[in-house]
Nanobody
Framework: QVQLVESGGGLVEAGGSLRLSCATS????????MAWYRQAPGKQRELVAT???????TYADSQKGRFTISRDNARNAMYLQMNGLKPEDTAVYYC???????WGRGTQVAVSS
């Protein structure tokens, strides 16, 4: 089981930026794919972005061009750089490691209009 801890959320105005971090309890060299999900109030959890150990990334259509996922295996951390934030990006953002079925507790992002 991998422990995940997210940080970096907060309240920003529309058009602003935030950088989320996900710290892992185990070496990320052992982890293949990692992902960011988000869940807005009253909605289902949805995939935001994924990144493989080789650096291949995928994004949900609504985040393409605004969000950037990255990872630093030496620091055991994954990141989500979010630019051009919109009120509809308001959600709790979660870190996920599919191969271990691990989830963090999430970090709240709120974007005001």
């Amino acid at each position: 089981q991998v422990q995940l801890v997210e940080s970096g959320g907060g309240l920003v105005e529309a058009g602003g930026s935030l950088r989320l971090s996900c710290a892992t309890s185990t070496s990320m060299f052992m982890i293949n794919t990692m992902a960011w999900y988000r869940q807005a109030p009253g909605k289902q959890r949805e995939l935001v972005a994924t990144i493989t150990n080789g650096g291949t990334t995928t994004y949900a259509d609504s985040q393409k061009g605004r969000f950037t996922i990255s990872r630093d295996n030496a620091r055991n951390a994954m990141y989500l750089q979010m630019n051009g934030l919109k009120p509809e990006d308001t959600a709790v953002y979660y870190c996920n490691v599919p191969q271990y079925g691990s989830w963090g507790r999430g970090t709240q992002v709120a974007v005001s209009s």
